[in-house]
């Protein structure tokens, strides 16, 4: 019986509208209060196309969609309306790409704290995400030291 009811149970979970998109790795660097902050975090989506809009935190005075240009040799970010995410793919906000800023942070962001951020999706709406402060120039598992952190590049305190 306990073998029969297992796989009902993932067909369920799939199923749900509330677990189209799955958010993993969401990590800040620490920051100082009255900073600016940044926020990584990869997007999967199960369901239907959908498009990140921008994001809310109780933590900034602002969250801006940024991404990462090369203008010249020198590395600039710029706010983008919104991104798009399809079916079966990820978004991927990492060093030297996309990130949400965090304007005028509220209090400081230290090592080990959480905070919780509202991404805002065209379709699914707000979606609430916890988010780790790991140290400064902290990258996503997984990736190389040096990757994205183009010279020039004033992201962190
Ligand atoms: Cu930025």
Same mark, same amino acid.
């Given at each position: 019986?306990? +073998?029969? #009811?297992?796989?009902?149970?993932?067909? /369920?979970?799939?199923?749900?509208?509330?677990?189209?998109?799955?958010?993993?790795?969401?990590?800040?660097?620490?920051? #100082?209060?009255?900073?600016?902050?940044?926020?990584? #975090?990869?997007?999967?989506?199960?369901?239907?196309?959908? +498009?990140?809009?921008?994001?809310?935190?109780?933590?900034?005075?602002?969250?801006?969609?940024?991404?990462?240009?090369?203008?010249?040799?020198?590395?600039?970010?710029?706010?983008?309306?919104?991104?798009?995410?399809?079916?079966?793919? +990820?978004?991927?906000?990492?060093?030297? $790409?996309?990130? #949400?800023?965090?304007?005028?942070?509220?209090?400081?962001? +230290?090592?080990?704290?959480?905070?919780?951020?509202?991404?805002?999706?065209?379709?699914?709406?707000? /979606?609430?995400?916890?988010?780790?402060?790991?140290?400064?120039?902290?990258?996503?598992?997984?990736?190389?030291?040096?990757? $994205?952190?183009?010279?020039?590049?004033?992201?962190?305190?």
């Amino acid at each position: 019986m306990r +073998r029969l #009811l297992l796989p009902a149970f993932c067909l /369920l979970a799939a199923a749900a509208p509330a677990g189209t998109l799955v958010v993993d790795h969401a990590f800040a660097r620490a920051a #100082l209060a009255g900073r600016t902050g940044v926020v990584y #975090l990869e997007v999967t989506d199960h369901g239907a196309p959908d +498009r990140l809009k921008g994001a809310s935190s109780e933590i900034a005075e602002a969250v801006e969609l940024h991404e990462s240009v090369s203008e010249g040799g020198v590395a600039r970010m710029r706010p983008v309306a919104s991104a798009e995410i399809s079916q079966g793919h +990820r978004l991927v906000l990492a060093p030297g $790409g996309m990130h #949400l800023m965090l304007i005028g942070l509220k209090r400081a962001l +230290r090592p080990g704290d959480h905070f919780d951020i509202i991404l805002d999706f065209a379709h699914a709406g707000a /979606l609430p995400v916890s988010v780790e402060v790991l140290k400064a120039g902290a990258l996503p598992p997984g990736a190389q030291p040096g990757m $994205g952190e183009m010279p020039g590049m004033k992201m962190t305190p």
